[in-house]
């Protein structure tokens, strides 16, 4: 949205720093001024209710930011962000950020990408009303897959029980399908770690009615 130039420039502007997988960048609720520009690896954003139950918000990847709501709000942040992978963000202060969205007149394009955030909300909860698990299932794979286009090979870097939670649905129902893909040539798999072996397949999964 605001090109190679400008997204090089904003990730020189902040404080480099790497992360381990299953570690937490962002915490609901808490206060922060910091932005995180995502230059390598994804994450996953969920929402935790009252009982400790988490509902999953969103995948994200390079060419992401964490964190903006708050700063663009000065409240707390909405939800909690956890790394599914080694992951490098360059972090600013809320002061650099803004400064650099009114210097470059970018108000309206990071306007329309937290709006664009807002509707997949929305596709999110229409896909667990509507999609049978194996939509639902190859949907949500090609959304990790997605969040990350140019790694070198199509993976999800989570395991089963992860997968289950953040589709809500039973675990063994998530290993019945990747058993299945498996005898089907589709996923090969690991302990936390799925291989997509046949994307145009899983895209037709995704797809089926």
């Known amino acids: 949205m605001i090109g190679t130039e400008r997204w090089h420039w904003i990730q020189n ?22 932005v995180h520009v995502l230059v390598a690896g994804r994450v996953r954003v969920v929402y935790t209710d009252e009982g400790g139950n988490e509902v999953l918000v969103a995948v994200r990847g390079p060419g992401d930011l964490l964190g903006e709501y708050a700063q663009r709000d000065r409240g707390a942040h909405s939800a909690s962000v956890w790394t599914l992978e080694a992951c490098t963000t360059s972090v600013l202060t809320a002061a650099a950020f803004e400064g650099f969205i009114q210097r470059e007149q970018l108000s309206d394009a990071l306007q329309r990408y937290m709006l664009g955030k807002a509707r997949q909300v929305g596709e999110r909860v229409w896909r667990a009303a509507n999609l049978q698990s194996e939509q639902r299932l190859a949907q949500f794979f090609l959304e990790v897959v997605n969040a990350d286009p140019g790694a070198a090979e199509p993976t999800v870097p989570m395991g089963q029980q992860l997968i289950a939670d953040s589709l809500g649905i039973a675990r063994r129902t998530v290993t019945a399908l990747l058993t299945q893909w498996k005898e089907h040539g589709l996923v090969r798999t690991k302990p936390s770690l799925v291989t997509i072996l046949d994307l145009p397949a899983l895209t037709r999964r995704a797809h089926l009615r």
């Open 13 to 34: 502007q902040g404080s480099r720093r790497t992360h381990s997988p299953v570690h937490r960048l962002l915490d609901q609720g808490a206060p922060s001024r910091l």
